[in-house]
């Protein structure tokens, strides 16, 4: 069966620091893999996604990153962290166009301080 | 953009009331689908609609896909307090991503 694992669970870094957060996927190959943010428990703002290695799509400007190392791992990254990037992260997979549903991680809990 | 206004934005019930929420869209889709996330975790995928009017269920949850393809209601039945939560809806757009509406919080009260 498929399983999508994303670490940490909890982060807490001060502003100017960089940020890693990585997210793999197993049990499936060539999945799409997304990454959201969401803010004081609302909705779900899509950040980036991928259909393959090193294809990354960006939806919004902003202070971060994605990269797409292998095909089932996807990390989310910032060389300078800002206080508005505090927030919760989800990394979700699918197995691409027409099978609908997304599978999400478990989140990260970043605070900026 | 291709938003969804989902309401009511919060609910608190008693336990063993009906709750009712929807979604509307300004354009039609093919795909409508029902979220849960529990405090702190990533969001559950609840309830799939592929075809308009289509009326599904999953134990005491009950969605429907709108006639018209721009709306989507999810029905629970006797709610239990483990149904707290957010429940966001969602639709599919292009390449495979999802748009998600803003979330109903739902407070079930012992």
């Known amino acids: 069966s498929q399983t999508i694992h994303q670490w940490p669970a909890t982060l807490v870094q001060p502003v100017g620091s960089p940020l890693s957060l990585e997210c793999t996927v197993e049990g499936t190959s060539n999945p799409n893999l997304y990454w959201y943010r969401q803010a004081a428990g609302r909705g779900l703002q899509l950040l980036f996604y991928s259909v393959g290695i090193g294809q990354i799509s960006s939806e919004v400007p902003q202070n971060l990153s994605a990269s797409r190392p292998q095909d089932r791992q996807f990390i989310l990254s910032s060389k300078k962290l800002l206080l508005s990037d505090s927030g919760f992260y989800l990394c979700a997979w699918s197995a691409g166009q027409g099978l609908s549903g997304y599978t999400f991680g478990s989140g990260t809990r970043l605070t900026v301080v | 953009g291709q938003q969804l206004n989902q309401s009511p934005q919060s609910m608190f019930i008693q336990e063993g009331e009906d709750v009712s929420m929807n979604c509307t869209s300004s354009s039609i889709f093919n795909t409508w689908l029902w979220y849960k996330q529990d405090p702190g975790e990533g969001p559950v995928l609840l309830i799939a609609?592929?075809?308009?009017?289509e009326l599904t269920s999953n134990g005491r949850l009950t969605a429907q896909f709108g006639i018209t393809r721009k709306d989507s209601f999810l029905n629970i039945s006797a709610s239990i307090p483990s149904d707290v939560g957010i429940y966001f809806c969602a639709k599919e757009t292009s390449g495979s991503r999802l748009t998600f509406g803003e979330g109903t919080q739902l407070t079930v009260n012992p």
């Open positions: 609609l592929y075809k308009a009017g």
